[in-house]
């Protein structure tokens, strides 16, 4: 079924009461991709991590229980969904071991190569630009560091159907995998994860 234009740009964009109610269910209709990408992950100890577009912050609250004492860093440019993040990590917020922040992927508010991995899932229909978010990403991430991407794959003509191109722009895994490589990217794979149907797509620094 299509989704109906005005929620797939409070996916985009969450704002206002709606954006808080779309947050919850988000958390809910995403949970299963996050726990995929926590497997590949793989959180260690001290271990300095970035998600952007960290939205209900739900993951990024299971990040910084794995890489403690390490840095959990969120950036979302959603003041709602930032709100709803930040209550969801009072207690990693108070002790300083998780950060949340305003941004989108073409300003990342992080200092170069702070990161160990970083990873986004379900943001890259909504970037401007796929070349500048990369950019970003490789600016902030330490050399040899690994880069985690979840999406779906635009290659599938049923989702033109279901997501509205108004809003969403979808990336075909080649696409994706050439602006990697354009920017600086190495060691890229990406597989379609069977349990999910999303496509994983990984990249080294
Ligand atoms: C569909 S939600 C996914 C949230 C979370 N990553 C998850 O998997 O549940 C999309 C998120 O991307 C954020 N977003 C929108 N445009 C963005 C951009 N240009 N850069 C980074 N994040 C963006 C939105 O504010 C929203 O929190």
């Known amino acids: 079924m299509a989704k109906p234009e005005f929620i797939a740009r409070q996916s985009a964009h969450p704002t206002g009461l709606f954006g808080h109610l779309v947050a919850r269910v988000m958390a809910f209709d995403t ?3 996050n726990r995929r990408l926590l497997q590949r992950l793989d959180p260690k100890p001290g271990e300095a991590i970035l998600e952007l577009g960290c939205g209900h912050g739900r993951t990024l609250r299971q990040v910084s229980a794995k890489n403690a004492p390490g840095l959990a860093a969120g ?4 003041g709602v969904m930032l709100r709803v993040a930040r209550g969801h990590l009072r207690r990693g917020l108070a002790s300083g071991q998780v950060r949340v922040a305003e941004g989108d992927a073409a300003h990342i508010p992080h200092a170069d190569e702070s990161f160990d ?4 899932v379900h943001t890259l229909y909504f970037w401007v630009d796929l070349r500048a978010g990369f950019q970003e990403l490789h600016r902030v991430l330490r050399p040899g560091g690994e880069l985690i991407l979840g999406f779906h794959d635009g290659a599938d003509p049923a989702l033109h159907e279901e997501l509205p191109d108004s809003v969403y722009t979808l990336h075909t895994a080649e696409e994706v995998a050439a602006a990697l490589e354009a920017e600086g990217f190495h060691d890229i794979t990406s597989a379609i994860d069977e349990k999910t149907g999303l496509t994983f797509a990984h990249a080294r620094r």
């Open 75 to 78: 950036v979302d440019p959603s």
């Open 117 to 120: 991995k970083a990873f986004t």
């Open 31 to 33: 949970a299963g991709a």
